[in-house]
């Protein structure tokens, strides 16, 4: 007995699917609808091509204020010899848009022209005179716009399967239609199943699951160009999960069941599948995603009508959020497209330089959510979390780098190509930050945001951060590395770190260390002390009030908080391995946090701010400086230039100084500059 | 007296207009509004940074199905020494998603374990053994997402000022948000003007517009991310529109006053703004769409609450359709953004080789509708039309080229800056055909767009086309140029033309070319004979039946049909000063139609088609193979594949047959191939 999907390639898959939507005559624009000319034609898509039922102009117009008269009543006039006509017969008086009288063939604008009363003399009233003077011969056909300047009836306008923008509606409208024929939009039904799911807005208790995946995957049918109908949670229950696709293949073109793709014990979908219709593909080789369900279903004949089809794709979505949201992409996208008409929505490629290695399986497209930003005359794509339950990497992503199947992995310095989410001038804009995480960073970001700076960062730690401005792959890098020789922060390792690269340092804050504990303290943690555990080794008692060992949590090599604590551990002669939990890393001031609100440590090393924000108590114990390293050539750029701006202004520091922990007075000092 | 408006630069007309809103404390986020997180959210702009009020997951969470269990339990675990562990105390059965037990903090995967039975043996009943036997040490927290792995309470999920995605809902709902703080919409009012305005759909007679600036403006606003009011047209009295205005500024936040921006006799904008408030700008000078007018206007007191500003801005908006959508991008957009609190939307910009000469006012910025292809690894910048009436011109473009103001012009070859509506891809994806035009070409164009091609057509006459090649400016050249001493088609053209490109020349089709008159022919034209109207020189007769002259309206010079037409007047012996209206001249087959239809010539030669397509009669004299040109090495392009493919199947062939006029028995053969 197999629980393993067998994957197959992504091409593969996609064909059968489109072979089965051929024979069941789907693989086709679904249907035309007409509608009214008005702005929510907007973005729908021409079923047919748009031919011109009248002309515009459909009159031969003038094209500015002035006097239509025969070109050739003109022949011979120069600023020595005018010519004079009389309005009436020789000459009329046109506004912009007037029809031309049957016998004029041009138009002379109303400033090359002298009015003239009744008496010959010139009058003020130059739109009412009683002739007029030209001193200029006015070849036939000037300033008039002739009938089908614009287009000529019979002309085509749009081609089929055409997007609808603002400018082509009013050349339909000119071209003399009032409504238009348009591809019908596809509905799509996304069936959640699963019994964890709660609706969003819950209170969650440990297992709930928010159901949002179906809220995602409406928007993307939505900017697709199709309709989409969110049912209810389904609980993870055979006959309901059956009865819920039937009931939705009555009036859907596709249906997209969430979860229960894998195969696990409660994993449905291929199953109802098979029993409803007919199961084409389980198991894609794509990641993340690779459990996705393609098939068709029949809706039975009841609903058949004007030959269409009982068949119903259905397609089984994978349930992290991630891997649901990139298999409507990569599975929904070419389908709608085909029924609209309409060609598929492609991103644009770039081509940039990995920021670090990246494995892969070999057999599998692995889509891989990278932040892009330009340093120097470099593109570079640095990779972000590839949990494909981290949505929030989605959001973050400029683009998703594609490790196609056959190629097992990448070095860092190796070229890949990009699907980019963002276009090459936000990308030029954005403001490339590694290093170690702070608050006050997120705060900056809001701040340059007004600036027209978009704010990338990466957190890797102080050490990391340095690196990376050593290769080049940022602008600038936080960092708060206390040399334990020296006592000063950040130089020495600069100098180590960067050892030819001109650099400027300033300081950003002055931040309280210390150990964030659950709230109330329930181990009466105190100092660095408290976390030796000597006993476990040497059999000597625990030392803890409680009388029970205390579990730390970790930041990570390089990190300037961990450098930190190194230092006061040796300073006070506590052997590392005597504290339990040393070796549990986490990247983040909140993840630290996190994990002990979550219970799977007592205490951490980290910020007030990051204690504060998850409810826990706070032991400080030294204040530390955290700098922001630029190197020079960056420092001195057009694109970093509000950032210093921000930081000598006031507002920042002000929004800044209302956060616990902070300390402001350093802002913007000049720690080095080479 | 003046008549004229004093332009002033974009820079500083944006500039008074901003001054003004910051008075008026306008020069912000308009308003906030809490919205429900659901598809609809999708393109607002966030109005606050959006902060998580609970992390995801909100528990550890089993990344797999499998088994929870202590990773230390499982020390020194190794395939000669496995480990067992009984279900319940020691090892519990998770579903992906599911919360770990308190005591566990690792996952081992359900295909990494052996499921035993109450005796010890290997079950197929794998999810629910008595024990598990595992022959791997299993490190901690393996196999679990933690708390937190995607969002951390507290942490920044996305800035103010964001434009929200898909993904976005999904990251919003996971930090626990059922609702989003959104910029409001701002609300702008268009206010059509003009006594000549029609409604679209109406039954036209001379003079008659079709409104449509309104529907283009108001799908505008709705792609920038505001709601319009389309008000009816108002027509040309300074007291209704007054009226009109007072109306809309009520309940808006923008008015858009169409037309009457300029200084003619029915031009009340200016006035109307000056009467209800502040004129700060008429006339910009930018191109097309310099008669805007920029001001504000006051709604009185009556509606002003919670501090809020009764000034509201007012914007009047040439009439030409295509100066009024540009007007709408360059002075709305910057304020709707502003509202928004969003980015102002910016057009990709590629650098491109303008492929003929423009003039431009100096002191203007002057926007130039290009059509953008890439022809081997030249990006190319074909300027269209430039009539700002020519709306077809903005349907057209690929792209916008600017000539900023101090340039008083461009050469040939030159590298323009172009503001690019189309994506790259797009732009690759696109074949660049010039030359002759035909209507087969429409046909084609509606082919290709089903082979993932777009078919791009600029008409320059059979000659230009040939010239065009040889500068490497088109994949492909229309051609039906008749060679006077050998009675060939293209051939000599092309060796005189091109001389030193390899090309493949294919026949089209085979078309009847003739002379069109009016329904009826009451000039009785029977032949090239009836043009000839000796006497109009020599005082001889006028030789038509009817006694009177027959004006002709020709193609223009290097057209294939100007050639035809010089070949057989040579023949027949009939000077070309003969001809009345031998010099009025038309760029396409449609052109020439459209003069006959509107009276403004009796006949000019051209094809069946054109003919027919605007309800003319139409005197067969010659049939003409009309030829494809391709140099070589687009011929065997990638890019062009999809063409050759077309023509050599029978369906496009077949549309063609259906078509008046033509011949497609020579379709696809091969006249010369280098």
């Excluded at 709930?208 to 809220?215: M, T």
């Excluded at 389980?282 to 993340?288: E, I, L, Q, T, W």
Aim: hydrophobic fraction near 45%.
């Amino acid at each position: 007995m197999s629980v393993y999907l067998h994957d197959i390639p992504l091409a593969q898959a996609q064909a059968r699917l489109i072979e089965a939507l051929q024979e069941a005559n789907l693989w086709r624009v679904l249907g035309v609808e007409s509608i009214p000319l008005d702005e929510s034609a907007l973005g729908r898509i021409t079923a047919e091509p748009i031919w011109a039922k009248i002309s515009s102009p459909h009159y031969h117009a003038s094209a500015m204020d002035g006097f239509a008269l025969r070109a050739v009543s003109t022949n011979g006039a120069m600023p020595s010899a005018p010519v004079n006509l009389f309005i009436g017969s020789e000459a009329q008086y046109v506004d912009t848009g007037d029809p031309l009288p049957e016998w004029a063939n041009a138009v002379v604008p109303i400033e090359n022209v002298e009015s003239l009363d009744v008496n010959g003399q010139i009058t003020n009233d130059i739109r009412s005179p009683k002739s007029i003077r030209i001193r200029a011969a006015v070849a036939p056909w000037s300033h008039v716009r002739p009938l089908g300047e614009d287009i000529v009836a019979t002309q085509l306008v749009l081609p089929a399967g055409h997007t609808l923008r603002p400018a082509d509606l009013g050349a339909i409208a000119a071209s003399g239609h009032q409504n238009i024929r348009v591809a019908r939009k596809p509905r799509v039904a996304i069936l959640p199943t699963g019994t964890e799911l709660v609706p969003i807005g819950s209170k969650l208790k440990a297992g709930d699951i928010l159901e949002y995946n179906s809220l995602v995957m409406a928007a993307q049918i939505k900017v697709m160009g199709g309709d989409s109908t969110r049912f209810p949670i389904t609980k993870d229950n055979f006959d309901s999960i059956c009865e819920r696709v039937l009931e939705a293949a009555q009036t859907h073109d596709l249906i997209l069941l969430n979860a229960g793709s894998s195969a696990g014990a409660e994993d449905f979908s291929a199953k109802v599948v098979e029993k409803l219709g007919t199961l084409l593909v389980h198991g894609v080789a794509v990641r993340p995603g690779h459990p996705v369900i393609l098939g068709t279903i029949d809706r039975g004949q009841q609903m058949v009508v004007n030959g269409s089809s009982s068949i119903v794709p259905i397609i089984g979505v994978p349930g992290y959020p991630v891997s649901a949201a990139l298999t409507v992409d990569i599975f929904v996208e070419p389908i709608i497209a085909k029924w609209l008409g309409r060609p598929v929505l492609e991103l644009p490629v770039e081509t940039a330089t990995l920021t670090r290695k990246l494995v892969s399986p070999p057999g599998d497209d692995d889509y891989v959510r990278v932040a892009v930003g330009k340093v120097g005359d470099k593109l570079l794509a640095a990779p972000l979390s590839r949990g494909a339950g981290v949505i929030t990497s989605l959001v973050q992503a400029d683009g998703l780098a594609l490790i196609p199947s056959g190629v097992q992995g990448m070095e860092a310095g190796e070229q890949v190509r990009v699907h980019m989410y963002r276009t090459r001038a936000e990308i030029e804009k954005t403001i490339f930050c590694i290093g170690s995480h702070d608050m006050t960073l997120d705060l900056l970001a809001q701040f340059l945001a007004e600036h027209d700076r978009r704010f990338a960062s990466a957190n890797v730690g102080s050490q990391g951060g340095l690196v990376a401005l050593r290769r080049g792959e940022a602008h600038m890098a936080g960092s708060h590395l206390l040399d334990p020789e020296t006592g000063e922060y950040n130089i020495s390792y600069i100098h180590k770190y960067m050892p030819s690269i001109p650099v400027k340092v300033i300081a950003l804050v002055g931040r309280d260390q210390g150990l964030m504990v659950k709230k109330g303290n329930p181990k009466g943690i105190k100092s660095l002390g408290d976390l030796s555990n000597l006993g476990s080794g040497e059999k000597r008692e625990v030392r803890t009030e409680q009388g029970r060992s205390v579990l730390f949590v970790n930041r990570q090599r390089g990190a300037g908080t961990r450098v930190l604590l190194d230092y006061h551990l040796n300073i006070m002669g506590i052997p590392v391995d005597s504290i339990l939990g040393y070796t549990q890393e986490e990247y983040t001031h909140l993840g630290v946090a996190a994990a002990i609100a979550s219970g799977r440590a007592d205490c951490g090393l980290g910020i007030a701010a990051a204690a504060q924000a998850l409810d826990l108590d706070f032991v400080p114990l030294f204040q530390e400086r955290y700098d922001l390293v630029f190197p020079k050539e960056h420092a001195e750029s057009n694109l970093l230039a509000p950032l210093f701006e921000l930081i000598a202004a006031g507002q920042f520091r002000n929004s800044v100084s209302k956060l616990t922990g902070y300390d402001v007075s350093v802002m913007g000092r000049i720690i080095l500059e080479d």
